[in-house]
């Protein structure tokens, strides 16, 4: 201590002079609090990094990998370099010369000879199947058949599998002989190449996407509304009762909060099925015919209500701890200067829940807008989303590329909307129950 | 909601109106989940109720399935899965959230506002998305279909909530507490586990509950991440539902509203008492 006392009386000395501050170890106070500041960030630091290195390696990497197969088109590059090679002058009219088939010959020559799992025609069939149906096959085939070929090659592909004499396969493993392509995004937006290459929407009857994202973005919209109509009044009513009969009624809407997903979507198809409780009990009731059970499950129906079910508390809670914080007193000011119940709810009390509503809303779409399990399984068709396209070509179809592509819209649109609900209320008021 | 004596009738109608709109919606939210538990104890393999059983003759109930539950070895597995799955997840979630909650709530900490956006992200980004992504990377790096790969997947879902509940804990900390312990010559390993980890020990298990129920309940990733050996309970209802709808569905939902009754009481009591001891009032 005598020590340091020494060291600050010099430090005061120096103060009226022109020495610097320093402590005991003669370092400038400056630096030495500088240092200890940046000791005590990297401190905080090092506390956040594990977590951070692991959200950043199982999660947020993961993703990245899943938008960057959106684009990647290695598979053509990989199997025919010289064919792509030789294709660059051809004008995409009539078929290509000898000399492409050649190329193509020798490099389906130099893919037999790797060993099987790197033979890379394999995938190339698989990629051009996206594009042209049967041209797996006429891969696969000539492929296995291409040892046997001797000049003049093209006609010996023809004879192997009519569809080289295709100049729609020409054009596509030409416009697709890039290691990064666009296609996926064309697809995934209704829209397809024509001839000259440029961008054109599909047939009306093959149209798929874009009208899917506008259903998911109706369903999406009618649940948020949905959840406003039926969670306003019930927060309402929570926010004027006394604190104790409040918490009750809070353990009603927390109870469907924390009860497994699953359990409360069997729950709906329980209720609404045609054998189930309400069709049973409305036929008991005479109220319909046996033959006209109505159909409330596997269809929109179906993914409204249970969804709206399911979402109701995510709605409540940002709206209960708003109007909690509503001073009655406004409302009874409105009153005594002369405004109808109406009016004084309509000018004075519901301008002031709008923080609530907007944060509920947003965090209720955002839920909905990706949501994949209740459309399985109660949707039917009419009440699929476009997350069940998503998970359909990643497990069925098994056009990755395609599924990464639908997904990126999906997740830039989420965050776009994420990014709304930070500016209205701020990620940090995010209540858990 | 007492009605004062000033109401004309107009005020009444109005009063009685609003509060058999606001138990009509209440009773949307509960009766569904209700109506489960009876159901579970039918006697016939039905969805609905059977004249036996409002006439409440003890013959149209049984515990038949409640006994397919448990006697079905897939059954079985599923809740060893899910348990062994979720507590593995929820112990990496709570102690690399805790960590990471720890220094975000420091004022000294860089671009916390970033960092905090990516920690959260699993819970913002819709599930099918993560699925997918971690659907690909596992199967590249031969994840896919293990235990770890499910556990790692879960616990990356579950730590924002660890990290959300830790740091609201937090934010009523008083710091002049770990000051005075390490003035009083206390390491910081000491003072974290003497001091700290008991006044924050209720936002953590709360965290880690939620981190628990997530996994718990999840079933997205497990659809494309697991495997036939990783089937958790959530999984087996899916295809429950989808393949042969049998009311043992019903008992299994049962058992699971009464444990999320359970896990339910559990957080409700712990931020009681987090608010208590930070003096803040019980709301």
């Known amino acids: ?433 | 909601m007492s009605m004062p004596a000033y109401y004309t009738t107009k005020d009444k109608i109005w009063h009685y109106t609003f509060r058999v709109i606001c138990f009509a919606i209440f009773f949307f939210l509960l009766a569904p989940i209700l109506i489960m538990i009876p159901l579970s104890f039918n006697a016939q393999p039905f969805f609905t109720f059977t004249r036996e059983m409002l006439t409440l003759n003890p013959d149209g109930f049984s515990l038949r399935w409640y006994q397919d539950f448990l006697e079905s070895a897939s059954w079985r597995r599923s809740i060893q899965n899910s348990f062994l799955i979720g507590i593995a997840a929820t112990i990496i979630s709570a102690t690399l959230g805790t960590l990471a909650a720890l220094g975000l709530s420091r004022s000294e900490m860089p671009a916390k506002g970033l960092i905090m956006g990516i920690l959260i992200s699993p819970m913002i980004v819709p599930l099918i998305i993560s699925a997918a992504g971690m659907f690909f990377f596992f199967s590249s790096i031969n994840l896919a279909q293990t235990y770890l790969g499910v556990i790692l997947a879960h616990a990356a879902l579950g730590t924002p909530f660890v990290v959300i509940t830790v740091t609201a804990t937090l934010v009523g900390f008083d710091h002049s507490l770990t000051r005075a312990a390490a003035n009083l010559g206390a390491s910081p390993t000491r003072t974290f586990f003497k001091i700290t980890m008991p006044l924050i020990l209720p936002g953590i298990i709360s965290g880690a509950l939620f981190a628990f129920i997530t996994s718990f309940d999840e079933i997205v990733v497990v659809l494309f991440v697991a495997g036939v050996e990783q089937r958790t309970i959530p999984r087996e209802m899916w295809s429950g539902i989808r393949e042969d709808i049998s009311p043992t569905i019903l008992a299994v939902a049962t058992i699971l509203v009464l444990i999320s009754v359970a896990l339910l009481t559990v957080v409700e009591l712990l931020r009681r008492r987090g608010e208590r001891l930070r003096g803040m009032s019980p709301g």
């Open chain 1, 1 to 433: 201590m005598a020590q340091a006392d020494a060291t600050m009386m010099g430090g005061a000395g120096a103060s009226s002079g022109t020495e610097k501050l320093v402590t005991a170890e003669g370092v400038p106070l400056k630096r030495a609090l500088e240092r200890a500041q940046r000791r005590r960030k990297l401190m905080a630091f090092a506390l956040v990094v594990p977590l951070l290195a692991f959200i950043l390696t199982v999660f947020v990497f993961p993703i990245a990998q899943m938008m960057w197969l959106s684009v990647k088109n290695d598979q053509i590059v990989n199997a025919i370099p010289r064919t792509l090679e030789e294709l660059r002058d051809w004008d995409g009219r009539e078929l290509p010369d000898e000399a492409v088939f050649a190329a193509l010959h020798a490099d389906l020559m130099e893919d037999l000879e790797r060993p099987r799992r790197e033979q890379a025609t394999g995938p190339m069939g698989i990629r051009l199947n996206y594009e042209l149906s049967a041209a797996r096959s006429a891969v696969s085939r000539t492929a296995r058949a291409a040892s046997g070929f001797e000049a003049p090659y093209k006609e010996a592909f023809i004879d192997a599998h009519r569809l080289w004499g295709d100049p729609e396969l020409w054009r596509i493993i030409k416009r697709e002989g890039r290691p990064l392509t666009a296609s996926y995004y064309v697809a995934a937006l209704d829209r397809q190449y024509d001839e000259d290459g440029r961008i054109v929407q599909r047939d009306e009857n093959r149209r798929i996407y874009v009208s899917l994202f506008g259903r998911t973005l109706m369903l999406s919209v009618i649940i948020t509304g949905m959840t406003f109509l039926l969670g306003f009044p019930i927060a309402f009513y929570m926010s004027i009762l006394p604190m104790r009969h409040a918490n009750l009624l809070m353990i009603c809407v927390l109870l469907p909060f924390w009860t497994s997903l699953l359990v409360r979507t069997s729950a709906w198809i329980v209720l609404l099925q045609q054998q189930g409780v309400i069709n049973t009990g409305l036929v008991t009731l005479g109220i319909i015919d046996d033959e006209n059970r109505l159909s409330m499950i596997y269809n929109m129906t179906g993914t409204i209500i249970a969804m709206t079910h399911i979402l109701l508390p995510f709605m409540v809670l940002p709206l209960y701890s708003v109007m909690r914080t509503i001073p009655p007193s406004y409302m009874r000011a409105a009153k005594s200067l002369g405004a109808t119940p109406w009016t004084a709810f309509r000018r004075v009390y519901f301008p002031q829940t709008l923080p609530g509503i907007g944060a509920g809303g947003v965090l209720v779409f955002i839920i909905s807008i990706g949501y994949y399990i209740t459309p399985a399984l109660v949707g039917g068709q009419s009440g699929r989303m476009i997350s069940n396209e998503i998970a359909r070509h990643i497990q069925q179809s098994l056009n990755w590329g395609l599924a990464a592509a639908l997904g990126t819209m999906l997740l830039v649109g989420v965050l776009a909307l994420y990014w709304l609900y930070n500016r209205l209320v701020g990620a940090d008021s995010l209540k858990l129950g």
